[in-house]
């Protein structure tokens, strides 16, 4: 959905990051929506819209899937899931649903893809002598514990599968069902074949509802990596995105908290607007800080060289400038400060096992 002349300040769809549909960017036909009657619809059901989530099933044939960024660390990743319930609204990964003929507004977060079939097909992959073990990242464009894998366990049954295996496997997260799992991140840390990130954006609940409306507390998340740190388990904490002038002051913050919970590396990524993430965040913007918007989109573009965005590999991840320079050094100095600049663990040998012609017990 496209709003001819300026946006309406529209509350989003209850529970949901994003008030917005976009064109898809593959599809040559939009539907324009007048804001007045935009404004009407909204108007007739103050307590807001509420938008049910529909899951799919996804008939991908593989589950492995290789990535070839040289500005990543990893070489593979799996994602249980395409889209995600957590609606957060600066997600670089948005724009993958118009792959499936869908929207990355709306459609990304109530409409998911569940790959009932991955656990089968991750033993499938492992048991081919093409594999070597190599670490496997959970998840690149999903979080492998938004809230339909309550239910669904589709992560936990793929951990089950790589804790037989013995396959090493990295986790990125922002939610607090990952300690539903503990007692396989465990048997896999045996091993030495689990580490964990946990994304943490802002240390204010009410802040982070607005922009991640369906991921864990700050206070929660803290209580994940303090949970892992506590049973030895590698933690990463991701300040990402970072936004200027949104929570860039919270930086020093944020690596405190999570180094005193037991964080003992960190990252970060500065915000990222592909496509029409741009239509979305700027929208978003505008809603919850009317009276900032216009100076904090000047200090994107100031990172971007006068653009919303650029995807060059490297660049995309940091920006350029003296706005992106600033909370590349402040980064550097509170990650040293807070101890979190500690090298990325590189293992001498894979403790992958690859069980021919047995599926064995889960804990052998």
Not at 2 to 10: A, M, Y
Not at 27 to 46: D, G, K, M, N, R
Not at 53 to 66: E, G, L, Q, R
């Amino acid at each position: 959905m496209e709003l001819q002349g300026k946006p309406p300040h529209l509350p989003p769809a209850r529970g949901r990051g994003t008030s917005l549909d976009p064109t898809n960017r593959f599809e040559s036909i939009s539907l324009e929506v007048l804001a007045e009657h935009a404004q009407e619809i909204w108007e007739e059901t103050p307590d807001g819209r509420r938008c049910k989530t529909f899951v799919y099933a996804d008939s991908s044939k593989s589950v492995i899937n290789p990535v070839n960024s040289p500005d990543l660390h990893f070489s593979w990743t799996i994602n249980p899931y395409r889209g995600c319930e957590h609606g957060c609204i600066y997600c670089y990964a948005r724009p993958g649903h118009e792959y499936l003929a869908m929207s990355s507004g709306l459609d990304f977060e109530t409409r998911i893809f569940a790959k009932h079939d991955a656990p089968r097909l991750l033993e499938i992959e492992l048991m081919r002598k093409s594999w070597k073990g190599e670490a496997i990242m959970l998840s690149g464009v999903t979080d492998p514990y938004q809230p339909v894998e309550r239910s669904l366990q589709i992560t936990r049954r793929i951990l089950e599968v790589c804790v037989r295996f013995r396959q090493p496997i990295s986790i990125i997260t922002k939610s607090k069902l990952i300690l539903r799992d503990l007692d396989l991140l465990l048997a896999l840390h045996q091993h030495g074949a689990v580490s964990c990130a946990v994304s943490l954006t802002t240390l204010d609940p009410q802040f982070a509802s607005k922009m991640e409306p369906r991921a864990a507390s700050p206070q929660s998340r803290l209580e994940v990596i303090r949970t892992l740190a506590s049973h030895g388990i590698p933690v990463t904490v991701m300040t990402a995105p970072i936004i200027p002038r949104i929570n860039d002051a919270e930086l020093p913050a944020l690596l405190k908290a999570a180094a005193e919970a037991g964080a003992t590396r960190a990252g970060y990524v500065l915000l990222r607007l592909p496509y029409q993430i741009k239509e979305m965040f700027i929208e978003w913007l505008r809603r919850h800080f009317p009276q900032r918007a216009a100076h904090v989109e000047g200090l994107i573009r100031d990172t971007r060289e006068g653009m919303l965005y650029k995807g060059e590999f490297f660049e995309r991840a940091k920006g350029t400038g003296a706005v992106a320079k600033h909370i590349e050094d402040t980064f550097q100095l509170f990650s040293r400060r807070y101890g979190l600049d500690k090298p990325r663990t590189v293992r001498p040998q894979t403790p992958f096992r690859r069980l021919e012609g047995s599926q064995g017990g889960l804990f052998d």
